[in-house]
């Protein structure tokens, strides 16, 4: 194989609490998502964990609210590469590569559980398969330089 190949992501576990009751909008559906990022989208990722992380530890300036969350659509948009998930009533969402749009309609949990799950596989956490890319990548630089 030449070419990487997304990685698919279930998204079983996706929870949305709306009051007491938690629903589970995308049970059996998935997310492809890119593995890898370019260095421009990393230097995205970075600013917006800084983000997010600075929303964390302050009060909730509605601009970096603002700010972050076109960040996080932004990448979003770029990690997912396809998908088959439904909106509220069932019927299949277009592919963000066809349809940019689609991200408005998405809730906050989707959004942000979409990012943490790409940011995790980009960044290693996302299991034993990405830990082993990592290595052959960094094994493969090494023979190179030496």
């Known amino acids: ?3 990487i190949e997304p990685v698919r992501i279930q998204c079983d576990e996706l929870s949305i609490t709306v009051g007491t009751q938690t629903y589970y909008p995308h049970k059996g559906e998935y997310i492809d998502v890119r593995p890898l990022l370019t260095i421009g989208e990393k230097k995205k990722l970075v600013k917006a964990q800084a983000a997010f992380s600075v929303l964390q530890t302050s ?6 609210v603002d700010e972050l969350y076109g960040m996080m659509a932004a990448l979003v948009q770029v990690f997912v590469v396809s998908w088959n998930w439904t909106d509220w009533e069932g019927d299949p969402l277009p592919q963000l590569t066809d349809s940019p749009d689609v991200i408005d309609s998405l809730v906050e949990e989707e959004i942000a559980w979409i990012f943490s799950q790409c940011t995790d596989l980009i960044q290693g956490d996302g299991g034993e398969e990405k830990k082993e890319v990592s290595s052959v990548s960094m094994n493969s630089s090494r023979a190179k330089t030496a």
Do not use: F, L, P, Y
């Open 59 to 64: 009060e909730k300036d509605e601009r970096v």
């Open 1 to 3: 194989m030449s070419k």
